[in-house]
């Protein structure tokens, strides 16, 4: 194991944020992982995954563990399902495109989500109606304190929207190292609730639909609006969609009947972040070397060598802007660090 003094985090989060970390070690196996953990755990630690849901605004006074554990196999398999398990430095959409090459369906509706294995149960990854949570069987974890492994259900991991025991009571205390997924092999359960994926597929001519052909379309319409973060500094969706009572989304509608919404419940309406921050302004707004993307409002890039803070700051003034027109409160997605 090789442990780097002073090391440049810019190549390791998609916002191109240059940081630095007090040391970094990159991890390739679980034994080097219990033994990093053993000798440093009394040490301040950051786990490091696909570096894609992350702000960084200053220096990491740590020793920064970049999860690269690498591997996917076939655990079980039965006449309509089949286990995965991945190890949790595998590029998430490329372990999408390996299950749609073995037509194992579940997750072709995440696929082009940006990050690793490893950090998809810690967000609950979702996206066109489909979430993790919806094919989660389990994952194995390190406790970072004692080393001990232990494994997590899906009923124990409190999934919620973005959510998860993770990011809650469990925060700062595991390094997940695999997760299995359970997912089809036949008769798959298409998820082409969304108007974007039906208009796609019928924009491409397809009438029956496989698990690529959803595939497909949610990569087209993932590309069209969100930029490439080799090609411009982000960090995908900035905000979760809010969920609101029918009470207040009453309101909202009678001053913007246009707005947008999805049912969640009799009591519960989710409002699209991107169409408030559209509204209060900030879609295509740019300041110095960041700002809000062109295409899609969610999304705060960085043009080249803007700082952390400066685009958290952009972030709180989206936050108050929205607040102060729509009375909604808008949280982060990403992480700031």
Known sequence: MTIIKNASLKSFNTFGIEAKAQSYCDITSIDQLTEILRQHHNNPLFVLGGGSNMLLTKDIDALVLHINLKGIEVV?????????KAMAGENW?????WCLEHNFGGIENLSLIPGNIGTAPIQNIGAYGVELKDVFHSCEAINIKDQSKRTFLKSECNFDYRESIFKQDLKGEYVITSVNLELTTNNHQLHTDYGVILNELERKGVINPTIKNISDAVIAIRQSKLPDPKEIGNSGSFFKNPIITAKEFAIIERNFPEVPSYKIS???IKVPAGWLIEKAGFKGKRFNDYGVHNKQALVLVNYGNATGKEIFELALLIKKTVKRLFSITIETEVNII
């Open 266 to 268: 009799e009591d519960a």
């Open 76 to 84: 079980t398999t039965s006449e309509k399902k089949v286990m995965i």
């Open 93 to 97: 959409h490329n372990f999408v495109l």
